[in-house]
């Protein structure tokens, strides 16, 4: 049974920093998409950073227009966990942050939409004050 958990949310101000963890367990290392998405109030969630996991050990970083630069996603095999370094936080990245995972065994590419992905974590708020 496949389980991820989400932890490093927290609350900072304008400008300041957050990294996310996201742990998986009954879940296979490689061949598959891990990512981050984001939901705010009143507003759909959306794809914020995703990396697929190639089957020697690399990534590939997918990244929302609306984060790069500012967000860094990675990985560590060893743990089988998956982060997001968040930099110079806005408030309008406030949302509760959901890890999401999804096997990719035939492509290298991460589709961004939450329909595209099976298996959830429970979620991490992020508040960003101004």
């Known amino acids: 049974q496949v389980h991820l958990e989400e932890s490093g949310g927290g609350s900072v101000q304008t400008g300041g920093s957050l990294r996310l963890s996201c742990t998986a367990s009954g879940y296979a290392a490689t061949r598959n998409c891990m990512g981050w998405f984001r939901q705010a109030p009143g507003k759909e969630r959306e794809g914020v950073a995703f990396i697929y996991r190639t089957q020697h050990g690399g990534m590939i970083p997918y990244y929302a227009n609306s984060v790069k630069g500012r967000f860094t996603i990675s990985q560590d095999n060893a743990n089988n966990t998956m982060y997001l370094q968040m930099n110079t936080l806005k408030p309008e990245d406030t949302a509760i942050y959901y890890c999401?995972?999804?096997?990719?065994?035939?492509?290298?590419?991460?589709?961004?939409?939450?329909?595209?992905?099976?298996?959830w974590g429970q979620g991490t708020q992020v508040t960003v004050s101004s």
């Open positions: 999401a995972a999804e096997v990719r065994e035939s492509s290298v590419y991460c589709y961004q939409g939450p329909n595209d992905y099976r298996y």
